[in-house]
């Protein structure tokens, strides 16, 4: 069974920075996609940033120049730097990622959430 591990969540002042990790066990398929999604209060969850397998990334406008996504295969672990946080990336963070089987199925999996808030 699947398991995605977030961790790293928490208080943040303005101008802070927190780093979120997420690591995924338990699939013997390939992974794939891996990616960080939010949901701010009231509102719907967005794509943040993701990263495929071989490295290459997609962000948000919204973060671009703040955020830094990351992976580390060997772990399978996937990696959120945020810094210059403000209060609009309050939000519940969501790991997702995505394997390969043989037959090229896509199965698609998420993380339990992680509430990153950012106040003074």
């Known amino acids: 069974q699947v398991q995605l591990v977030e961790s790293g969540g928490g208080l943040a002042q303005p101008g802070g920075s927190l780093r979120l990790s997420c690591a995924a066990s338990g699939s013997r398929y390939s992974l794939r996609n891996m990616a960080w999604y939010r949901q701010p209060p009231g509102k719907q969850r967005e794509l943040v940033a993701d990263?495929?397998?071989?490295?290459?990334?997609n962000y948000a406008d919204a973060v671009k120049g703040r955020f830094t996504i990351s992976r580390d295969n060997a772990k399978s672990t996937v990696y959120l730097q945020m810094n210059s946080l403000n209060p609009e990336d309050t939000a519940v963070y969501y790991c997702?990622?995505?394997?390969?089987?043989?037959?090229?199925?896509?199965?698609?999996?998420w993380g339990q959430g992680t509430q990153v808030t950012v106040s003074s």
């Open positions: 997702n990622v995505k394997y390969e089987t043989s037959y090229r199925t896509v199965l698609q999996y």
């Open positions: 990263i495929s397998s071989g490295g290459s990334t």
